[in-house]
Structures are given as C-alpha cells and as structure tokens.
C-alpha cells in the first residue's frame, strides 16, 4: 500500500508499505478518508516535535473494518467506523477518571504509532467508534478535530445564557461556534483575519464576526456587552495578538480557554489577569470514550454541520503539494482538507 511516512522538518514522502494485519486489540480499516491536522501541519513546518520519523502519518479519519485482531469483539468486518488520535493504558488514575489523553503511556496514532494517511491503517480497538448509517464516512473523518472543541467548551463550564469570545475559525473554532450555540450562549463573538473563515463563521452561527486587522476586538466585545466583557474566550488561534485579545475582553472572573497548540512560547500579562481574577485553564484533545458517541448523537440528530469546514478532498499522492505545501503557502483559504486513499 502507499502511505505518506514523515521522515522530519518539511520531509513527508509517499511510500510504498507492505499492508498491515492486525496485532492483538487492533482493527485493520480501508480508509475512506484522513485529514491533515494543525498539528499535522505544526510537525511539518516546525517539526519534530512529537512525531516520530518513520511514523506514517494521520489521526483524524474513517474508514470500514476489513481484518480485526486477537481478542477484539466490539468490531467486525464491514463495521463503518471513525477514530481518534490517542488512547490511554485504561488502568491509571488519568484513564479511570476519563481522561485518557493524560495516561503517561498514551498511544499517539500518527505521532509515535503509525497513522491513516494510508490505504490501510491498522489501529488500537480503543480508538475506533462504530458510527450510524446516517453519517457519511466523509464526515465521520472530522469527528476527531471537533472531539478537541467539544472537550474545551466542556473545559470552560460555559452555562446557558453566557456569552463567548472565539479567536480563530479554523476547523476547531467553527466547532466551537456549534458547541457553544448547542450549549446556549447568546452571543457569540469570532475573531479571524482570513475572509473565507469569517463568511462560515457566520453560517455555522457565530452572532458577530470581526475582522481583526480592521477592528479593535477589545472594542467591539465592550460594545456588544455593554461594558461588561464575554464570560468564556477561546484561543483557537495559536498567535500571540489572539491570545491577547482573548484575554482582554473577558469580564473580571471571566475564562479563558487555550484550545490552540502554539508553534513558540506565549507571553501572558499576568499581573492584569491577576488584578482581574481571570480564570486561565487549557484543553487538550478529549475524553473520548464519553465525548465521541455525543458527538456523533448531535452528528445524527442535525445539531452539527460540517460542511463549512471541509475546503477541498486531494489523492494521497498530493499531499505535500496540494496539502501541506499548500496549507503553508495559503492557510487562510481552507479549513479542513481531507484525503482520499483511494483516488
């Protein structure tokens, strides 16, 4: 089979592998599609950071079981399924308490176990979701990136009637949009510089949209609030301007929820957020055992669209050129690109 192998900083090569069969606990799928991640992206401009060389690359994808492994009876042949990236030993306080991303022996898929940016890939039982008739396996690839948003407005105890800053609308932000509004905030406020994001932030909910480059945010959030500031920001941007902003329009006590992984080191006034009692808290990844399948329920019952987040589907063999390279070059133009194996 051909799969895109990461071999370093700007070094992703489509090679020939030989087709995986199942270990114990493992299920083999036929990849019906595989998304290019931002930190994906991240290990590609900046890397290695968690990647490994060697490793075949992808944790965000779905797929139809064809070979399952020793002792796995959750799953059988024809079994339309998604998967994530990480899963944990089962066994430690972490895992017991849901929070499988935290296990100190976590298995990264695409990062130190090999991925699904493959005609094949063969992954851990403990990763895979069965999903329902009425999601597409397009769609079911996505699952895993809005994991990460549903996780953080989770983080942040947003209630009903409670207003939200986002900074970015990436494919994480515009599922934030989604999250928050099933969660009843009134107003949702999204800061992007990119054109096209701001026009699907719109679509997908978001009550105000701001171009940054254009508008003060700190302005704006004042104005709309009356003076008072939103009671829940998002950094979904991973840039110093953004964490800013969203650290300034928050209300005294408000939250701020850091969602984005950052390529460098931020920088956080900390004796205003002190003098203001901000509360500073961090999402990483989900708790998938539980967070999947509601996800997937809201999928089923139309409480989601994902549409607006994915830009463009490309053949394995384009992907340095038309997905890497081309997030790189043009960011700001796509949210979500998805590969087909197949093609």
Same mark, same amino acid.
């Given at each position: ?36 991640? /931002?930190? %994906?992206? *991240? $290990?590609?401009?900046? !890397? ?5 060389? #060697? =490793?075949?690359?992808?944790? +965000? ?7 399952? /492994?020793? %002792?796995? *009876? $959750?799953?059988?042949? !024809? ?5 994530? #990236? =990480?899963?944990?030993?089962? +066994? ?252």
């Amino acid at each position: 089979m051909r799969a895109a192998v990461y071999h370093g900083r700007e070094d992703v090569r489509i090679e020939e592998l030989p087709d995986p069969s199942p270990r114990a606990g493992e299920v083999v799928i036929e990849v019906a599609r595989a998304g290019i991640c /931002g930190t %994906d992206l *991240h $290990e590609y401009i900046a !890397g290695p950071m968690h990647a490994a060389p #060697g =490793v075949v690359m992808g944790h +965000e994808y779905s797929g139809t079981v064809v070979g399952v /492994g020793p %002792d796995v *009876h $959750e799953f059988t042949e !024809g079994d339309r399924v998604c998967g994530v #990236g =990480v899963f944990g030993c089962g +066994e430690c306080g972490s895992c017991k308490q849901g929070a499988e991303a935290l296990c100190g022996t976590v298995g990264f898929i695409g990062f130190a176990l090999n991925g699904a940016l493959a005609r094949y890939a063969s992954v851990s039982a403990k990763a895979l979701f069965r999903i329902p008739d009425d999601i597409s396996l397009v769609e079911a690839a996505v699952v895993e990136p809005i994991a990460s948003a549903y996780h953080a407005v989770r983080r942040s105890r947003l209630a009903a009637g409670e207003t939200v800053f986002i900074a970015g609308a990436g494919a994480i932000g515009l599922a934030l949009v989604q999250f928050c509004l099933a969660q009843g905030a009134t107003q949702i406020i999204v800061s992007e510089v990119s054109a096209s994001r701001r026009v699907a932030a719109h679509r997908v909910g978001a009550t105000r949209v701001i171009d940054p480059l254009v508008e003060d945010p700190v302005e704006v959030v004042q104005t709309l609030t009356h003076g008072n500031g939103v009671d829940v920001s998002f950094d979904a941007a991973g840039v110093q301007p953004a964490l800013d902003a969203a650290l300034s329009v928050l209300r005294p006590r408000g939250r701020l929820m850091v969602v984005a992984i950052w390529e460098a080191a931020a920088g956080i006034d900390i004796n205003r957020s002190i003098m203001r009692e901000a509360n500073i808290g961090f999402s990483f990844c989900y708790e998938a055992q539980s967070q999947v399948p509601a996800i997937l329920t809201l999928l089923s019952v139309g409480a989601l669209s994902l549409s607006e987040l994915i830009t463009d589907e490309i053949p394995l063999d384009a992907v340095v050129s038309q997905g890497f390279e081309e997030l790189r070059i043009n960011r700001d133009a796509h949210i979500k690109i998805l590969i087909d194996p197949s093609a």
